[in-house]
């Protein structure tokens, strides 16, 4: 590969990351159905045409943001992590003080009537899969819905209503108070 070609994959890396970023941001900020394909090109500082190039359309880059999170995550963690671990990535700020914003993302555009209902119902259905797998009750997938209801709830409140003390408690303290109920709602009959 000569050095030509080098710098154009290098260019092309970065602007699926800057439009990957953009729309992470805006999908969050707006939902799917309010945010444009021309806005995420503008905030990545982009020519919209490539957005279409590198993701195909609005739905599938949404896919993708939303996968960049929530499908990774459930990937690299155990089942018996899940919980807590999403938990804490929904509480806890990034390194440069910024929030995730994958809760947002899916928060901000349940209800749409985009295409992007599919991923949305993938990532909850997946969420409630692996956490049906912690218990051996007979309504574990009731048990599963109630804990992603919890996660969707306390990431509602704190990250999008911002509603006080939660918005500003401490990541232990919340994980600390919610651990019991959640071991309790996905216990096994030993």
């Known amino acids: 590969m000569t050095g030509e070609q080098q710098a154009r994959k290098r260019d092309a890396a970065a602007t699926k990351a800057a439009l990957l970023d ?9 939902g799917f159905d309010r945010t444009t394909v021309r806005d995420i090109a503008a905030r990545a ?6 957005l279409f190039r590198y993701f195909g359309s609005k739905e599938s880059l949404f896919g993708v943001v939303l996968a960049r999170g929530g499908l990774a995550q459930l990937q690299a963690t155990p089942p018996e992590q899940l919980f807590e671990a999403t938990l804490r990535s929904l509480l806890e700020p990034l390194g ?6 994958s809760l947002e993302t899916y928060l901000r ?3 749409s009537s985009g295409a992007g209902t599919a991923m949305r119902e993938q990532v909850g259905e997946e969420y409630a899969r692996v956490l049906t797998t912690l218990t051996d009750q007979p309504d574990a997938k009731l048990r599963a819905d109630l804990a992603l209801a919890w996660l ?3 990431g509602l409140v704190r ?3 911002g509603k006080e003390p ?3 408690a401490d990541p232990d303290d919340i994980v600390r108070l919610i651990r019991p ?3 309790t709602l996905l216990e096994r009959n030993g």
């Open 109 to 111: 555009s349940t209800g």
């Open 181 to 183: 109920a959640v071991q």
């Open 45 to 50: 500082g982009v020519n919209q045409a490539l």
């Open 96 to 101: 440069d003080g910024a929030s995730h914003r």
């Open 152 to 154: 969707l709830g306390i």
């Open 166 to 168: 939660l918005a500003s």
């Open 159 to 161: 990250s999008v209503t």
């Open 22 to 30: 953009a729309a992470e941001e805006l999908f969050a900020e707006r």
